[in-house]
């Protein structure tokens, strides 16, 4: 597997630099732990990084003498990991390749390990085994796409054994891996904890002084934000919003967060691009959000504004008017769309969402959300509810509601991890 997977690595050592730091801890050289009492939560990125909040602060509560180690795979998801848990360790999840994982687990000693969603990687299963440490999979999930694969690899299946105790999102995901093998025992149903980690605004959200400062939004104007996008979305988004204002009679702000901050500069071409294209280079000149903090000369007109830094997203959400989430016109799978619909937002995404598949048919299927086809039915959808506020606020009733709905799974997740760690003496 690691070999399977080492091409892209290195590839992204050798053109992002920020996957060549951390590189001693990815190879197992970290700082070694007292003692066992810790608990290794990891999360493969920004959203399973995220979604262990609740899971980490329900376990402290609970046993206030257990250390947290928290790990990540992607510099951003522990970046995010470092802001949200300043109490904790936090650190780069080994390669998993020759020693590197059990020299990890060697030094940090963990009484437990908890993968959030899904994630096997054999030396650091077999690893874990061999020190008789307890793994769980928590918020577990497993798509299609994922279900397929490892059907196509059977021989890969037994290190599915090595994981103590499945605790999954739904029942599509159990049978699914009840299917490959998987004994019902080592499987519970807990509802996706992603919906306990949002609060769901009951009076509009506070637009953020300073996103509001800097696009300097006037009374009449409207703001169309687009979260975690990836390339070949920001020029699509702002042909489109181009496009609208022509159609709508009214001034649009634009502004979109990538979800990848390292890809900020191909946006701000990408915008450049079209608005110049549009005729429209002076009333929406591009800004950089780093650029206008560092106190650049900000020029004349009604800005755009690119994101190009995390932890920011939830404040350019809380200025929108309409968001459009990501990741979901090109083929990427979608990104999380539950996060501006509880603050409030009325949301598009587009055709392609295979990775939030469960909580875009939820919210389709209680009319909380809207979907796009394609870029043409996107400006479609974005019309729809930049000119009927009324039908965009019930829009954002029915999908809180449906949040509301679904909160619980928290408590289930900890009594079944709980329960574990007492039987196995943790």
């Known amino acids: 597997v690691f070999f399977a997977w080492s091409p892209l690595f290195l ?6 630099r920020s996957y060549r730091r951390g590189i001693g801890e990815r190879m197992g050289f970290v700082a070694a732990e007292p003692d066992s009492d810790v608990i290794w939560v990891h999360g493969v990125s920004v959203g399973e990084v995220k979604a262990a909040a609740p899971i980490i602060a329900g376990l402290r509560a609970v046993m206030p003498e257990k250390r947290v180690v928290v790990s990540s795979t992607t510099p951003t998801g522990r970046q995010v990991a470092e802001q949200l848990y300043p109490d904790a360790r936090v650190i780069y999840y080994p390669l998993d390749f020759a020693r590197f994982p059990a020299r990890a687990l060697g030094r940090i000693q963990p009484c437990c390990v908890l993968l959030m969603e899904l994630e096997v990687w054999p030396n650091f299963l077999r ?11 928590v918020n577990g999930r497993i798509s299609e796409r994922s279900f397929r694969g490892y059907q196509r690899i059977s021989w890969f299946l037994p290190q599915l054994d090595r994981i103590d105790l499945f605790l999954v999102q739904n029942l599509t995901y159990a049978a699914r891996l009840n299917e490959l093998g998987i004994t019902a025992s080592r499987i519970r149903i807990t509802g996706n904890v992603k919906y306990d980690c949002l609060t769901v605004m009951s009076e509009p959200v506070v637009p953020d002084a300073e996103f509001t400062e800097l696009l300097g939004i006037g009374p009449e104007e409207a703001v169309v934000v687009a979260g975690s996008t990836h390339p070949g979305e920001p020029r699509r ?26 890809k900020s500069s191909g946006a701000i ?106 870029e043409v039915d996107l400006e479609e959808k974005l019309a729809f509810l930049l000119s009927s506020p009324a039908e965009s606020q019930a829009l954002v009733r029915r999908a809180q509601q449906l949040i509301t709905d679904n909160h619980g799974a928290v408590d289930v997740t900890l009594e079944n991890v709980l329960a574990l760690m007492k039987e196995r003496g943790v």
């Not at 874990?128 to 769980?136: I, Q, S």
């Open 11 to 16: 590839w992204k050592m050798l053109w992002d």
């Open 237 to 262: 988004l702002a042909a489109a919003v181009c496009r609208l204002e022509r159609r709508l009679g009214r001034s649009l702000r634009l502004v979109i967060a990538p979800r990848h901050p390292d």
């Open 127 to 137: 690893a874990a085994e061999e020190r008789d440490v307890p793994v769980m999979v």
């Open 269 to 374: 071409d990408d915008m450049r691009r079209e608005v110049a294209q549009a005729g429209l280079r002076e009333a929406h000149p591009v800004l950089r959000l780093t650029q206008e903090r560092d106190g650049a000369r900000r020029p004349v007109g009604a800005p755009w504004l690119v994101v190009d830094t995390i932890g920011d997203l939830e404040k350019a959400y809380s200025v929108a008017d309409v968001v459009f989430v990501g990741g979901s016109l090109v083929r990427h799978g979608g990104q999380n769309m539950l996060e501006p619909v509880a603050l409030g937002k009325p949301t598009v995404v587009g055709p392609h969402v295979w990775n939030f598949r469960t909580d875009v048919d939820l919210l389709l299927a209680g009319k909380g959300l809207l979907q796009a086809t394609d």
